[in-house]
């Protein structure tokens, strides 16, 4: 994953082990099938999944200092294996994998292309991104509104 993701940044990358919290006032995730197949075992075992210790002890120091976290596309389907139950996301409209996010306690909120769900009790922002995009624009759009949300959030 490291080799992969320093190719896509063009740049100086980091381990998830090294990602503090204490140096960030957000987090942002984005999603594709990365994030369910290496972030998690989602894409092989849907609702029984885990999920990648460095990204569980990475976020849960943003949630349990109110930071603000985004999440898109697939991987607010990781929310309650991350952050614990309860929680409102959004992954669009898709009834196999929203079905799977209430199996494991999560709480979702269909969603179009162009919105976001704000769950504000536990400052976690989602979008569909390209659950349900056909154009990139269509998944710009929500992504704007994720990045604009997670920006006030880091205000409150």
């Known amino acids: 994953?490291?080799?992969?993701?320093?190719r896509l940044a063009r740049g100086e990358i980091q381990s998830l082990g090294e990602l503090e919290a204490g140096d960030f006032d957000a987090v942002i995730l984005p999603g594709g099938f990365g994030a369910a197949k290496n972030f998690s075992s989602f894409a092989e075992d849907g609702a029984e999944m885990t999920v990648l210790d460095e990204l569980k002890e990475a976020l849960e120091?943003?949630?349990?200092?109110?930071?603000?976290?985004?999440?898109?596309?697939?991987s607010p389907v990781m929310v309650p294996r991350l952050l614990g139950?309860?929680?409102?996301?959004?992954i669009g409209q898709d009834p196999g994998v929203s079905?799977?996010?209430s199996a494991m306690g999560g709480l979702h909120r269909s969603c179009g292309v162009e919105d976001i769900v704000v769950d504000f009790e536990h400052r976690v922002v989602t979008t569909p991104a390209y659950m349900l995009a056909t154009r990139i624009s269509e998944a710009a759009t929500g992504i704007f509104k994720l990045v604009d949300r997670v920006d006030e959030l880091m205000d409150l």
Do not use: D, N, Q
Request: glycine content about 14%; proline content about 7%; some cysteine.
């Open 1 to 6: 994953m490291l080799t992969e993701s320093a």
């Open 61 to 74: 120091g943003f949630h349990e200092a109110r930071k603000p976290i985004g999440m898109m596309c697939i």
């Open 85 to 90: 139950p309860g929680i409102a996301v959004t």
């Open 99 to 101: 079905g799977a996010i």
